[in-house]
C-alpha cells in the first residue's frame, strides 16, 4: 500500500468517505464529465466513476471508444468531473487530463487495466458494446440479441479513460466549507498537494 | 398561454414530467452546468434550475456575479447543461447560449426579470450574494451577521443566467431510448425543433 500516494491527495479520502456515506444510493458513482466539443462548446454527460487506479488518485471510467467524447478527448484531452453527493450535499468537481486506453495501445500495462476493467463490469454492462453505433441514427430494427460469452476479454469498442487530476475543489453545503486542493509537480517529477480553505 | 411556443419544443413536456415524478427529491432541481475555462479547460458545476422563462423553452439559474462562471461566459457564451433524474433514470444534455443578466443591463425587460428572480427566491438565499467575493482564500474571519430587507431589491453581485437551448440529447436509461432534438431558425426568425430516434 502506498501511503504516501494516499496522503499526497488529500481529497481522496473525503470522496472514499462520502462513497461510504452515501453508499445506500445507486446514483452515488453517477458523475457528470464535461468535456470541449469539436465546435469549441462545452459538453457534458452522465458517466459512472469504476473506482481509482491502484495506489493512485486517478479516476477510472469505461466507456465506448465510438461516443463522441472519444473524439473530442482527442482533440482536447481535458475534462472536469462534477461529483454532487444527494446525500451528504457535498460536490467534487476535479479537473484533470484525461488518458483513453483502447484496444489499439501499445503499452502492455495500460491493456492489463483495460482488461481488468472488462473482467469487472457486469454481463449486462459488456453486451451495451455489442450493440449499434452509439449517436447514430436508429434504424428501428427489432433489438437483436447479443450474448458474450464470461470468459472472453474486451471487444474492439471497448475503452477505459484515466482521468488524472491535478485540480480538486470541494464544496460542502452543510458546513457550507470549501477547500481547493492544488497539484503541482516536486523536484523528482512527483505530483504534491497544496490545499487552501476559500470562500463559498 | 403560448400552444406555439411549448409545441416547438417538444423536450420540455418530458422535462416537465420528470420533474413532476421527481418531485419528492430535493435535488432533482440540480442540474451540472459546463462552460469554458478561461485556460481552455472545462468547467462544471451543479446549479439550481429556477424554471423556464415564461412561455419559453429559455432556462433560468441565479448565480453571483463575483463567480468565475460569469467571466467564462463573457469569453465563450455556450453552455451545456446536464440534468439527470435519480429517479426516473432520465438525462438530458441541453447545449444553448447563455445570457447573462447583472444589475447594469440596459434592457428594462430583462432587469424586470432579475427583479422577478431575487424576490422568488428564499431569504437564505438571497443572503448568500452579501457574503464574501467566492473562491477568494477563505480569511477565517467569524461569519458575519447579514440580514436583508425582504422588500429591497436585488443587490449587486446577483445575476441570473438565461439558457437558451438549441440541440437537448434525452436519454432514457428505463426504455433505452435517445432522443435528439435540434432547433433551427425559420423564415420568420422563430426557432423549430425537430426530433431523431437516435441509438443510446
Known amino acids: ?66 461516443s463522441r467524447k472519444i473524439e473530442e478527448l482527442k482533440y482536447s484531452p481535458f475534462a472536469e468531473i462534477c461529483w454532487y453527493f444527494t446525500d451528504s450535499w457535498e460536490q467534487f468537481r476535479i479537473n484533470g487530463r484525461v488518458d483513453v486506453i483502447d484496444g489499439l495501445n501499445t503499452d502492455p500495462v495500460k491493456l492489463q487495466i483495460r482488461e481488468e476493467s472488462w473482467f469487472a463490469s ?45 485540480q480538486v475543489d470541494y464544496l460542502n453545503l452543510k458546513s457550507n466549507q470549501r477547500l481547493l486542493f492544488t497539484s503541482r509537480l516536486n523536484e523528482n517529477g512527483e505530483k504534491c498537494w497544496t490545499s487552501e480553505k476559500i470562500n463559498p
Open 1 to 66: 500500500m502506498d501511503g504516501m500516494g494516499i496522503l499526497s491527495a488529500p481529497w481522496k479520502q473525503l470522496i472514499l468517505r462520502a462513497l461510504e456515506s452515501n453508499s445506500h444510493l445507486k446514483h452515488s458513482s453517477y458523475i457528470q464529465l464535461a468535456t470541449i466539443g469539436l465546435n469549441g462548446r462545452p459538453s457534458n454527460r452522465t458517466v459512472v466513476f469504476r473506482g481509482f487506479q491502484e495506489n493512485s488518485d486517478k479516476i477510472q471510467i469505461n466507456t465506448d471508444t465510438r
Open 122 to 166: 457486469s454481463i449486462k454492462s459488456r453486451l451495451q458494446y455489442l450493440g449499434p453505433h452509439p449517436s447514430l441514427p436508429s434504424l428501428g430494427e427489432q433489438p437483436q440479441e447479443f450474448s458474450v460469452d464470461p470468459s472472453t476479454g474486451p471487444v474492439g469498442a471497448f475503452c477505459v479513460l484515466i482521468v488524472d487530476p491535478d
